[in-house]
């Protein structure tokens, strides 16, 4: 599996950016997608994920900020990130998450740089 994102950039606070996530290969019809990040010096943390379902789960602090979708049929995930703020500074990954005939697995896509700055 192949997680290609794109999206990242600089971003003055308060403005809006949108993360893509395209997924290739070997990819079951029931998995999560979503997106962490890694903010300096800290540990990647979920952002927001989304079930094939159409479940979703968000951090406390991107509630109501940050929307997570998908498309099945094309295998993507999107985060739509509106009121950034400079906390919001993180490396932030693309994750795939399905089980497969060795567990549960975890694919991750390079990370894609945002930064909130004025």
């Known amino acids: 599996v192949q997680l290609q994102a794109s999206g990242g950039g600089l971003v003055q606070p308060g403005g809006s950016l949108r993360l893509s996530c395209a997924a290739s290969?070997?990819?079951?019809?029931?998995?999560?997608m979503g997106w962490y990040r890694q903010g300096p010096g800290q540990q990647r943390a979920l952002v927001a994920s989304?079930?094939?379902?159409?479940?979703?789960n968000y951090a406390d602090s991107v509630k109501g900020r940050f929307t997570v979708s998908r498309d099945n049929a094309k295998n993507t995930v999107s985060l739509q990130m509106n009121g950034l703020k400079p906390d919001d500074t993180a490396v932030y990954y693309c994750n795939l998450r399905q089980r497969m005939d060795q567990g549960l697995l975890d694919f991750w896509g390079e990370g894609t740089l945002v930064t909130v700055s004025s």
């Open positions: 290969g070997l990819i079951y019809s029931i998995n999560t």
């Open positions: 989304i079930a094939n379902s159409g479940g979703t």
